[in-house]
Every structure is written in C-alpha cells, then in structure tokens.
C-alpha cells in the first residue's frame, strides 16, 4: 500500500461543480479513473483529467526541511485536538502542502497507517525525517491513549527547537559572511588590481619598500597558483567534513574545541543545555522512563562531548544514582542547571523544573546573539579596513615615497 502511495501521479482536471461553474485543480492518484471517482464523490462531474509530466511534476520538488517537519506536526496535532480523525488529517496536511515533496511523504505515511500499522511504526521508516526521540514519543502517547497531547508536545519542542538552531546560526552567519566577502576581495585586489601598480612599479627604477614587494609577491603567487589555492580550499573542506564523520576522536576533539572558543563557545554551551533540557523536560513530561529518554537525549544534545556525557549519566543512573549527582559528575552543567535539577527530583516536577531551565538558557542564547552582533560589527568593520585599507597602502607607498624623493 505504502509503495501505491509512491507511485501516485500527478493529474491537472477540469470540471463543473453542482451550480455548472467550470473549477479546475490537481489531484494525486494511481490512476485517472480513480481522479474522476474521488471528483464525482465530491459532486464535480469531471470534463478533463490529464496527467501532469513527470519533469513538469518534480520541478517544483524542494528539500524537505526540518522547518517543515515542525509545521507538519503542529498541524497534526491541531487537528487531533478538535476531533479530526488519523488519516483524514493526513489527507488534508498532505493536499495543502506547497510541496510536492512533503506532499509525497504524508500520503505515504498515510497509506502505512491505513494499512495496519501504527504511527510510530510509520513514522519509523523515515528517519531521516523522524528521529527516535520522535517515534518514542509518538509510540508512548498510542500506547497511553494520548496521543494528541503528546503530538502537542513534540511540535512544541520542535518549533523550540527550530527557533534555538535559528539563532544559533544568526549568530554564525554575519561573521561568516563578513569572512568570506573579505577574502574575495582581497583575492580581486591581488589577482586584477596590484599588477596594474605593479607595471606601474617598474618604470620607477628604484626598490619598492618592504610592504610593497611582499603584496607584489603574493598577488604573483595569486596570479600564478589561484587554481591551486581553490582545489586546496575545496579539499581541506571535503576532508574537514570526512574526518569529522568518520572519526569519533576527531569529532570529539573538534566539539572540546569549539566549546572553549572565546563568545561563540559561551553561545554553544548554553544552546546545548537549553537543547538537553527542552528534549528530557519533553521525554520525561511523557512518561518515558528516565534511562530509556537519555540515549535519545543525547542524540539530540548536538555535541560529542555532552553527548558521551550524557550517555556516562545514562549508566549512573542505572545504578540508582540521582540525576542531579550524575549531572554534577560531569562537569558539563552549571551549577544552577543542577540545583534546579536536584529540587525537581525532590518536588517531583522534575519535568517542570527542566522546563524552566531551557526557558531561562533559550533566552541567554537570545541576549547573547544579540551581544554579538553588536560586538561583531565594529570589529568586522576593522578587520576589513586593516586587509583594504593594508592593500591600498602597500600600493602607493612608493608613490609617496617617490613624491617625497621629488
């Protein structure tokens, strides 16, 4: 059923409703008989039903983003919430989405749950897109009957989510940028504008200065080895990128670095234990047992250092240690992260208690970033004055000193 679902296509149709007014539209089916059947059920006599191109379908296909999960779950817990059933809820998500791409992934989610499997199983076969943290939620709120509470949670935690990623890369972004236009126009500078100064140079007859003959020399080594420079850049990135992937030491040395960088490791550590916190507040809040939760938690922590924390929690724990001892063993909390841990487990509103410590760290990464972005600005605007401005003066040196020469 779920492979049906797949292979369903895109037809455009054209027909007249019950008052005789020509409508048109798309639908997704198997087949044009069954685009006319679903037509007249809904009182419009077909006049036209023809299949969309393949090419003309897909082009308008995007990436499904995590933004759109979030959206999708929200939606679908709305519609629990007032009554609407399962699988016609699917059907109207997946009619109304813009993307054929997200289109395509509800009615086959759909067609799984219509053919006998429940929506953790469901949503289990696409992990790409639903994580375990996801499904285990999903399958704890079937088995519990509360399934559209615990729908209500999820997309709470996720848009949380979504918003704490969002400013965590507005934070990165404008500094990223600032670099990367700095280098190109530095290399714009040194490939097509120092050798015009430089031909100018060598009718002088007398030495440049020091300053000048090193930009001279690097805009020729630029003119000469650019390509070098481009595939090197391209290589050191792909291997950045396999290294981190492929080995664990790397990766969790790479996160040990990353989170004692001055500012930005501040920005990261705090997202991180806002992230914890949202993600175990979510778990516990729906009754999934503690040990069970922490392995899905520390997928979610984003860090290879707190996650193997984490998961070092995880087995003390087990044992019958305290959460709040286990978190203090580490290291890696503040804290107030543990005391607000330690009254919960003795309240027992343990999850309410990690509730108000990803509020609290959600809105430090807020203030931060903003911090930043002030901070960042003027000292960007200096960065790129002193690498122009550096160019520019390298240039006319000379000038200058053949002027006072004169």
């Known amino acids: 059923m779920a492979d049906a679902a797949i292979k369903q296509s895109v037809f455009s149709w054209e027909g007249t409703d019950k008052k005789g007014k020509r409508i048109k539209g798309e639908s997704r089916a198997n087949n044009p008989a069954l685009v006319k059947a679903e037509l007249r059920r809904q009182g419009i006599n077909p006049l036209k039903v023809r299949k969309k191109s393949a090419m003309l379908a897909s082009a308008k296909k995007k990436k499904i983003l995590p933004k759109d999960i979030a959206v999708f779950t929200r939606q679908l817990a709305t519609m629990m919430s007032a009554g609407v059933p399962l699988v016609q809820s699917f059907d109207i998500i997946g009619r109304g989405h813009e993307n054929p791409a997200m289109q395509e992934l509800v009615m086959t989610i759909k067609a799984d749950v219509e053919s006998g499997n429940n929506l953790a199983q469901s949503l289990a076969k696409h992990p790409l897109y639903f994580d375990e943290l996801v499904c285990n939620l999903v399958n704890a709120g079937e088995q519990a009957g509360i399934l559209e509470n615990l729908l209500d949670k999820i997309a709470t935690y996720k848009e949380k989510t979504e918003a704490l990623k969002s400013k965590?890369?507005?934070?990165?972004?404008?500094?990223?940028?600032?670099?990367?236009?700095?280098?190109?126009?530095?290399?714009?500078?040194?490939?097509?504008?120092?050798?015009?100064?430089?031909?100018l140079f060598e009718g002088f007859g007398a030495d440049?200065?020091?300053?000048?003959?090193?930009?001279?020399?690097?805009?020729?080594?630029?003119?000469?080895?650019?390509?070098?420079?481009?595939?090197g850049i391209g290589a050191g990135i792909y291997g950045f990128k396999e290294a981190k992937r492929r080995s664990p030491k790397f990766a969790h040395a790479l996160d040990r670095l990353v989170l004692k960088l001055p500012i930005i490791g501040d920005i990261l550590t705090k997202a991180i234990i806002a992230r914890y916190a949202r993600t175990l507040s979510t778990m516990f809040a729906a009754g999934v047992p503690l040990v069970e939760a922490m392995e899905s938690v520390a997928g979610a922590a984003g860090n290879q250092v707190y996650a193997d924390g984490i998961m070092q929690m995880r087995d003390d724990v087990a044992t019958g240690q305290q959460l709040q001892l286990a978190m203090s063993q580490t290291g890696l909390f503040p804290n107030m992260v543990n005391q607000m841990v330690a009254i919960?487990?003795?309240?027992?509103?343990?999850?309410a208690m990690l509730g108000k410590v990803a509020d609290f760290y959600e809105q430090e990464v807020d203030d931060a970033v903003d911090g930043l972005s002030s901070l960042l600005e003027p000292l960007i605007m200096a960065v790129l004055g002193v690498l122009v401005g550096g160019l520019v003066v390298a240039m006319y040196l000379p000038i200058f000193k053949m002027g006072s020469a004169i």
Request: aromatic share 14%; hydrophobic share 60%.
């Open 208 to 231: 440049l200065p020091a300053f000048t003959r090193m930009v001279v020399n690097l805009s020729e080594w630029m003119q000469a080895n650019w390509w070098v420079m481009i595939i």
């Open 344 to 351: 919960g487990e003795e309240s027992g509103s343990l999850d």
């Open 168 to 199: 965590i890369k507005k934070a990165m972004f404008y500094p990223t940028a600032v670099i990367v236009v700095a280098f190109i126009v530095t290399a714009i500078l040194l490939i097509f504008v120092v050798p015009q100064f430089q031909s």
